[in-house]
Each structure stands twice: as C-alpha cells, then as structure tokens.
C-alpha cells in the first residue's frame, strides 16, 4: 500500500491527541500556575519555549481583534499568550484557543475567517511547541491522593492477609472509574454505605478465619461386624457375641484378617485411632495386635519384613503404626488400643490384625468390638492456626502482643508503631476483661484493624506533607505500590522484608520479575488489561436475541476467556505487547470455535469446553485483539455493528488519540426515512459524514471501523449485512484506502510508536492511581525509547514504569496552592 | 389512633401486564409499624412527610409528553397515559431548567453533567478523576436535616451500577453519568441495586437477635478506629486528609445509626423471606425497587429516597417491549419518526412503572388517607430532548400530596429558566427544612399549593 502518514490522517491523530492531553491539563492549570511562584528558584533551569511567530501572528490576525485591550470580548484577553513564556505559564488558555480553533467555533462566523490550512498549522504548531514545553517542563513525580483499596485489592488482600478463600466484597458497591480505570486514588470515594459493608466484612472475615469455639472433633465408631474383608459368611462363621474374631491357623481369609475400614482425612490432620479387644491364647502365651495405616500413595511404608509379621493378606503399601499386648481374655475384661494418626497424604484404611505367633508357638484368637476414629483432632480453620500461631510457654500478654504485631505489620504494610500496637492490645484486652476468650478477643482486635484507614487505604505518610520538593517514597511505601500495581494485593513477606532492610530499590529488576512471574500477577489481566480493553462491559452487553439468536451467557464468558488467556500469554511467555495486534495464535473452545468458523487445530477437531491454544494460519479470519469477539461485542450497539464506536476504540485505546466528543446538537446518525429503508449502514453513514461538523473526526473513526465491519455486532464473520455485501474498504482523508481486517492490522503495527505509547499511558495511569500530567511526557518518552529497545516486551514496559520517577517518588502538596486549586473553575 | 392497613393485591395487578414477581413476602404485607399510635401524643404532625426523586435517561419525547392544556383541565397525553388512576394526585410541571447540566465552555458531557446536576442545582466540575466536585444534592440536604428522626437518614438505590470502564461522558469521570445524590460537594454516594442488601440495610437489624451484642463489638471498633486514625493527621497532604475527612464523617455516620438505633423503637420486619437474586428481568428489578421504596416510608424506616431508574447515557436494549436497539443510540433521532415512536415506547414503560410505584403508594392507608397523600414523588429527566442535548423545559411530574401542602391534578407551566431547583427548595419546605438556596436556585417554586 503507497500512503504516507505525515499526511492528513497523521495531522488530524495528533491535533486530537493534543486537545485531550490539553483538557488534561486544563485540570491542573491553577495548581500549576499557584505553584509557579515557589517552583521560582528552581524554574530558572527550565529552558523557556516561546511560542513561534507563526501562532502569534495567528493570534493577532484572527484572535485580538475581539480577545484584547482593556475590556476583551467576555472577558478573555489573549495578549498574555504572546509572551515568550506563555506554553509553560499558560497551557489551559493555549487549549482553549486550540480547541475552539479546532471545532471551528472561533472566529466566529461573522468575522474573518483562517482558511483550512492556516488554521490547521496553526493547531499543529501550538501542538509542536506544546511538547516542546512540557519535554522541557520541570522534573515533577506528581502526586496520587491516597488510594483505598478498590474491590479486587481488597478481596485480594483478604486472601494474602488472612489466607481464606471467598469473597468477602460482593455486597460492595462499585468502585467508580476515573481515567479509564477503577483505581484512581481521587475518585475511589468512601461512602457511609460503603464504610458499613467494610465492617460487616471485617466481621464475617474474622469469624471465618478465626472460631473462639472450634467445631467438636468428629468421632466415628464403626461395630466389628460391619468391618472389611466383608462377606454374607462373616455373620455366622466369625461373629460371636458382637465380636468379631481373627484366627492365626484359618485359611480363610475372612477369619485370618486383618480388619480394616476406609475413613475420609485431611490431609494435614491428625487422628486418634482406637479399637476395644480382647484375645485367646494358650496358657503363658502372649498376643499381639498391630495396627497399620494403608493408602495406595501413602509416604514411608514400612519394609516387608515388618509387614510380614502380620498375620493375612495386608493391603500395601502399608505403614505399620503400632504392636501392642492384648491383656484382656474375656469378653469382659477388653483392652482399648489407642493410636495416634499423624499427618500424611493419601491416607485410606485403617487396619487391625493379628501378629503371628512365632515359630512354636500355639494358635492365637482376637476378638474385636468395635474400631473408632476421632478427628482432625485441631478443628481450628488453617486461618486460625496461622494467625494465632505464638511462642510456646509464654504468658497471655506477650501471646498478645505477639499475634497482633505479626498481623498489624502485614494488614499495614509496614512495621508497627508502638501506640497502634498498644491501642489494639488494650482493645483485645477490654474484651477478655468482659468475659471474651483469649481467641475471641484477637478476633475483634483484627476486625477492628480491618476496619483502620491504615488498611483500607493505601497511606503514604510523609512527615513534610507539604514540602512540594521531589523525593523518594520509602521502602515500604515502594513495596505497596509494587505488589498493588503487579498483584493487586498487599506486598508479601520478602518484599516487606527487603523493604525493611533498605534494600528493595537495589533489587528492584529482580523483584519484578519475580513478581511478573508469581502467579498473583494474573491481576494484571483481569484488573489491568480488562480495563483498557474495556471488556469489562461485556459482562452488562445484551445484543438483541432476535438478530443474535446465537449469544448467550457461555458465548461471552468464552469470549472475555479468549481475552484473558490470550492477555496472560502475552504476560506469562513475556511477549512484544506488539502482538497483542499481530499474534498469530489464539485460544479457543469449542463454542467459540464454532463462532469464528474455525472447526479444528491442527487436524485435531476443537471440543469441549476447555480452551486451547489454537495456532492461526497466514490467512486466518482472526489473530490478535482486534479480531478477538470480545472487542467487537462491546463496541457494537444491541442490534448492529457500530464502526463509529469500533474506530473510536482503536483509536482511544490502540492510538492513544481519542476523538474529541461530537459538538452538541448533533444526531448521533441522521437517518432521512428514504436513507433508512433503502440504504446499507455504510451509506447511511456517508450521508451523516456530509454534515461539515462531523466530518473531520468521523472520517477516520469510520474508515477504520469499516475495516471491521465483516464482524458482526457480536464478532461472528460475515460477508453480508443483510441485504447489502459487506464493503470493508476504508478511506482516510489523504486518500490512503485499505479492505479488511489484516490490512488495518498492517497499518496499525506501522504505528508501532503510537502504539506503545497509548500502551504505556494506560499502565501507568494504572500503576500511579493518578491522570497523566504535562509533566509526565519525558518519563512516557523514556518508557517507550526503552521498550522499542528491548523488542517492545511486556516485562520491560512493568520494570521502565517501576524506574521511572513518579513511581519511585513522591512530592508534597503547598496547603496554600491546593486551596486555591480546589477553589478554581 | 388506629391504622390499618389493606393487604395489596400484587399479583393481580402484575398478571395484568404480564408480569409475575415470585415475591410472597410482599404480599401479605400487615402493618408493619404502627408508627402512628407510638409517635410522641404531644406532635401535632402524626404523620411524616416523606420525599424521593426517580430519574430516567436521555430526555422523553416531549411532543407525547407535555399536555396541550394548563391547570385542572388537562389531558394525559400519551405517554402519561398509565397515569389515569392517579391523575388526581399528579402535577405536570413543565418549563423548569437545569442549567448546571449545560454545556458553556465546558464542551461535550450534557449526560454526565445532566444526572450530577438535576438533584444539585451545581455545575458538575468537569474531570476524568482528579478533584471531583458537584453540589449537595437536595435529597441529601433532607437527609441532613431530617435524617436524625429515622433509622436510615436517606436511601439511594437503582438498577445499574456505575459504569464498568472507561470514560464515560467526554471527559467526565464515570460518577457525573451514575450517580444522582451527593453528599456534599466531593462525596458522590453509590447507589444500591441488588434488592437483597437494600431489604437488609431496611430491616436486618431487626432481624438479628443478637444486635445489641453486635452493636457494642462495633462501638468499639469505632472508638478504636478513630482513634488510631489520629496518628494519620499531620503526616498527610492536604488532598489525602479530604480522604481521611470522608473516612471518619463515614464512621460518626455509623455511629449515629447505632445510637439512633437504641432509641427508635424497633421496626417490624416482613415475615416472610428476603428477596435473594438481581431480578434477570428490568421491568421485575424496578417493581421490586419501588417495592422496597414503598415498604421503607411505609415501616418510616427512612423518608428520603433517590432512584436512578437507568444511568444517564445508558444504551440499554427493551427488546422485552420490541425496541431491541440501545436507549442512548435511538434519543439521537434525528427527527426520524420511527425511532421517536420507538423513544416513546421506553419513556411509556418507565412511566408504567412510576404508575406502578404511585399506585402501590395509593393503596396503603395511613391516617386521614394514604401514603401517597403523605409523600412526595418527583419523577423526571436533566435532558429534554436526547437528540438535541437540551436542559431546559424538562419533561416533570410531581405526585403526592405533601400532607395537604400541595394542590395536585394540574398542569403548571412555569417560565421558560425556572431553575429546577426551586422545585427542590420547595419540596424541603414541605419537610420542614427551610434553605435560603439550593444550587441554582431563585426562590420557592409558585403555585404548587
């Protein structure tokens, strides 16, 4: 294809880009301006970017007419912005002209008008000089306002603090969205509602992890007659009284033994075994029993030599447990054996037998009543054995003290203040004292931490809050902004511990690959990448049953899997985020293999419900998101494509170019009654595009959502929309045209930069819990020098992101500025 | 004094539209509370007023909505139609602006800015997340002011949460579209949807024998919590204290609860079962919203109570009446005649279900008359027109008669920028709570008596 970029579509991508990163800023422009005065001695490093002749001439001819002198047109006078230092000093005004330029609002129509072109430099000058200033802008690490732990980061919290597993924040509202994402530390608000579901949390979590009053042991008691080897003749051959009765000089094997039974374990418990007995023997003989333990994978079986000295045919491998001497003769005067069961895997009967007699000796007989189980002997959940685990043979307080240190350090991330620490003693304290046992008070000593600011957000005291000078965060706070972005979740041990030590920012390369490579990280996937795929909406997308008769809940669940695994791959094999767009495999079951029309992999047919990696051919329908049925469903409208949301995504999300928001008074499509009826959407479209106002951003939103318009609304392929064939041609402004899917891919990965840029804007707005700033430009330019480097790998955006200075830093904010910022309209 | 109350045939009326709500425990409602014969003898106003505010998207089609004729003699038109039954007890107020929701310099958003402004009267600040700032919302205003005489001061509920990405009105953070009540001027409350926990935030504590054990462990988690808190106040910026602000005015409102819950004699809960599930079906999900709004006042569990029928901007399909397509998609018209007819058909179906909620409020005596009589419900949308964006003359209704403070069965028509929130101002009146302004507000709304 013979097209060049720098052309119109080039010019228009970029404006766009620059009016929203100019709304951005309009946000911060007081805070910006206020601070002005005390960045002053510092300011005399920045190099000052004037604004180029060219604008200013602009402004002159068009703007100062009307927007100068002593009393400016409402109130606006544009004469500040021909001052040399007007692009760093005046950046929300400079949007405002940009913006109003760009939309054609100003001039206004009465009055001299720029043609085409003059105002189209001009945007893109006053864009060029803007990214000079802001490359230029002050080294600024911003600041996030303290973050609560949104719904994942809790629950995921819950699981790493307290080690139980449910979900405790189903009963949470929502958390709301703020720059495309649900972590964002000013709009994770705290509602009473909210504030009441964290403590009936805190108390269903505590009373889950922890029982004041465990379960009773579960007993089991099973009569001798019900025993195994079980068969119609145990019953009147080897009963007598309720007994039943082993024989060392039977044959049969039913009267030979041994006696055993199945039980169902845990694992990590522990049992008692008894049995009630009593054995025959001649005169000054002794009689032996043994008990054995047998599983088909049970760990340290006993050799068979020992094993031999049993009497009968043994179940193996089998661990031999216990010999004991039978006193008792009589059905009177029984022996109880008791034997204690440890822990092991894969443990299935318990057996009794009978220890052959020696060589010479006579024939022995046992009579068995009864055998019994009692266990898990601990019935404390796993939670309470951990949270609760203390010192041995210290006194209740230092107990205490101990629990509640260990489990305040990890819920605050941080090591524990003594006062805090003294305050939940003596909560758990007041409770003993009013009758609470020992276990119940540290459970309402934890819900009460639960509960704390100091878990629910993510604090970052700073002992000079109001210093605005750039520093590093500590260590422990570096942890927490590590796991939280990698894990959604509270920083583990070791990184709590290098934290501790001082060491973490040395081993910070390491420690993210580690991270990268832990498990936890699937939260980057689900919380991450869901949100910037915008996927998440497919969850609420209801496409009209009558047109999609094919979708229903296991379609889009198979749908946002494919997404998923195909996310993680990228991830776990820590691909080029390039081919998130090129990929050349996928994962698929075989529900959605039957809606992509793609029957098998590999000769081999795909079915079930399980997914797998399915390779795609050189000319494959689909391969990488944009094909991906995920994407198409939520950006399609209930009963048809919408190439406009469709060509709007890719450029908000792939582009990092978002289109400025239709001018008001504007029908979304205008549809005259003879258009709807005998046009194709394409057409009807077109129509729409002749309106002037909305031509200029419809133009490339449309042709590159007809590039995928042979998907329908619910990402099926098709050559037909209706009556109409499908025309997947697109056209950008410069007469640059393109058909399908694959030769959009192709332009698409020609904008690699563009790409990784919008990338990398996402993630870090993701890892920072903050909109971007003017000033975060050179550390997104580092990034991305620094991924095209290293073949564009995901691993490496994660660790630039971690180098880079607003993740490693913090400032404060002045009192005085921020006053006057919360003041500003 | 004696109340009683008429068991409410449900299921008949439901049959009738071809609904069915597997909801016994609404049915065989008794007195819940006999509020009346406990309140004080020496208040002269037995009986409470109450207020609520329910809220539908993307504008109506106001050629079938605004009556032809003013005052008494007016007709329903087409979209009022379910109204019949209670056209007595209904005022149509047409001509009333949010101005707040209007564009001026701040471009694209007339969704967002419509929902966060039509309760405020304010000019939503307009940010993607940093520094989120609207108005205090009249029904919080109430909650304020009169919540103290209730278990709960104020209820918001809904149907959709908020948004689930991304950005959702031009540059407005996805709170402005899904959320109608606030606060103060930065704390935005979610609403609830799933009618499990509303019932439970109504009447679990009166299902729960052990609440007083429950409620001393909580006090002291919240004497220890705000304790511990302290340490936080002079290591914290300015903007991280706002948050800290949020956390302990969220814990003394807690505590309020608590205390308020010893004092207020307790509220009899419905005997039969909870509702369980998110109802699958929209029209089931709102009816059993409005069930738990009627059950609220009915009990005086709380008097205030904001319902967002759907978010602002929501694209959600009513294939279940045929009109497959997306709500938000089919307000821009265009002027097309056949998606005008189609907007109708969704305006008429959230009306239904007003008729619903008014008709059920109508059935339950209470004192001199019902509990209709005893409260007052706005109904209406921050958008005029979908197509055109527009704030001024929104489509209003009014129902209830305020306890005889207002004169209903009438159309008003007010001059064109009449703020909306002198409706609001006057509605607090009613509930005794005199404010000089609300937002944009200019004074009381004329002629409602």
Known sequence: MGFSWPTCFDRILRSIRVLIEAVLVTALQFAAVLLAPLDAPLASAEETIAPAAAEIQFLKEFCFQCHAGDEPQAEISLEILAQADSPQKNRSLWTRVQNVVARGEMPPADEPQPSASEAESFIESVRRTREASDRNAKPDPGRVTMRRLNRAEYRNTIRDLVGIDFDPTEDFPSDDIGYGFDNIGDVLTLAPVLMERYLDAAEKIMSRAILPEPPPVPKRHLDAQYTEPASGEVASKWIENGFRRLESDTTDPLGLGPLHTPYKWEADGAYTFRTRLYGVAPEGQEVHVAILLHGPGLSDPSPESELATVAGNILRPARLLKTVVIRGRTPESTDEIEVSIPPAVDRQRVLVGLVRPSEGQGPVKIYVRHMALEGPLDTRPPSQRVLLAVTPGTTTEQQTREVLARFLRRAYRRPVEEGELQRLIALASRAQGAGEKWEGSIQLAMQAALCSPKFLFRVETDEQPENPAARLVDPLQLASRLSYFLWSSMPDDQLLDLAAQGKLHERLDEQVLRMLADPRSDALVENFAFQWLQIKRLESFVPDAQRFPQFDPPLRAAMLRETELFFASILREDRSVLDLLRADYTFLNQRLAQHYGIPSSEGQPITGEEFRRVSLAGNSLRGGLLTQASILAVTSNPTRTSPVKRGRWVLEQILGAPPPPPPPNVPELSEEPDAVTAASLRERMEIHRRNPACASCHTKMDAIGFALENYDAVGAYREQDGEFAIDARGEFPDGTTFTGAAELRQILLGREEDFLRALTEKLLIYALGRGLEYYDRPTIDRIVSKAKIEEAKFSVLVREIVRSDPFLQRRGTPAEANQGARGAE | ?449
């Not at chain 2, 109204?83 to 949010?98: F, H, P």
């Not at chain 2, 919302?137 to 304020?144: E, K, L, M, R």
């Not at chain 2, 959320?179 to 009447?203: D, N, Y």
């Open chain 2, 1 to 449: 004094m004696n109340v009683s109350f008429t068991p409410i045939p449900r299921r008949t009326l439901l049959r009738g539209l071809g609904v069915s709500l597997a909801l016994p425990w609404l049915e065989a409602m008794g007195p819940f509370r006999a509020w009346a014969e406990e309140a004080p003898a020496a208040k002269p106003n037995l009986v409470p007023n109450r207020m609520a505010f329910l809220y539908v998207p993307n504008g109506v089609n106001m050629a079938d909505w605004t009556p032809g004729e003013d005052g008494q003699d007016f007709h329903l038109t087409p979209i009022l139609q379910p109204l019949e039954k209670v056209k007595s007890k209904l005022l149509v107020l047409s001509g009333l602006t949010a101005d707040g929701a209007r564009a001026y310099k701040d471009g694209g958003g007339d969704h967002a800015r419509a929902l966060s402004a039509f309760l405020t009267g304010a000019r939503p600040y307009k940010t993607d997340g940093l520094d989120i700032r609207n108005g205090i919302s009249v029904d919080q205003v109430a909650a304020a002011r009169i919540g103290d005489q209730t278990r709960l001061p104020s209820l918001e509920i809904g149907t959709e949460h908020g948004a689930m990405a991304g950005n959702c009105d031009s540059g407005y953070s996805c709170v402005y579209s899904s959320t109608m009540s606030w606060r103060s001027s930065t704390q935005p409350l979610p609403k609830e949807v799933h009618p499990k926990l509303v019932f439970e935030r109504l009447f679990a504590a009166g299902h729960d024998p052990s609440r007083g054990q429950r409620d001393a462990r909580r006090k002291s988690i919240l004497d220890f919590v705000q304790e511990d808190a302290q340490s936080l106040e002079n290591r914290l910026a300015r903007q991280d204290v706002r948050k800290l602000d949020e956390y302990f005015s969220s814990i003394r409102d807690l505590e309020l609860r608590i205390e308020r819950a010893e004092k207020l004699p307790p509220v009899a809960v419905p005997n039969d079962p909870p509702p369980t599930e998110i109802p699958a079906v929209y029209e089931e999900h709102l009816r059993l919203m409005a069930d738990l709004m009627v059950l609220a006042f009915q009990a005086d569990v709380t008097r205030v109570c904001s319902f967002v029928l759907a978010n602002e901007g929501s694209n959600k399909s009513y294939a279940f009446i045929d009109v497959p397509e997306g709500h938000h998609d089919l307000s821009h018209h265009g002027g097309d005649g056949g998606k005008q007819a189609k907007l109708r058909t969704i305006n008429l179906f959230h009306v239904r279900q007003l008729a619903y909620l008014l008709e059920r409020l109508d059935q339950i005596q209470e004192g001199d008359g019902t509990l209709l009589d005893h409260a007052m419900i706005a109904y209406g949308s921050g958008i005029h027109d979908g197509n055109a964006h527009n704030h001024e003359d929104l489509p209003i209704l009014l129902a209830g008669g305020g306890c005889g403070t207002i004169h209903s069965g009438r159309h008003l028509r007010y001059p064109r920028e009449t703020p909306i929130s002198n409706l609001w101002l006057s509605m607090l009146d009613r509930v005794e709570v005199s404010l000089e302004k609300l937002g944009d507000s200019t004074g009381a709304l004329p002629d409602l008596t």
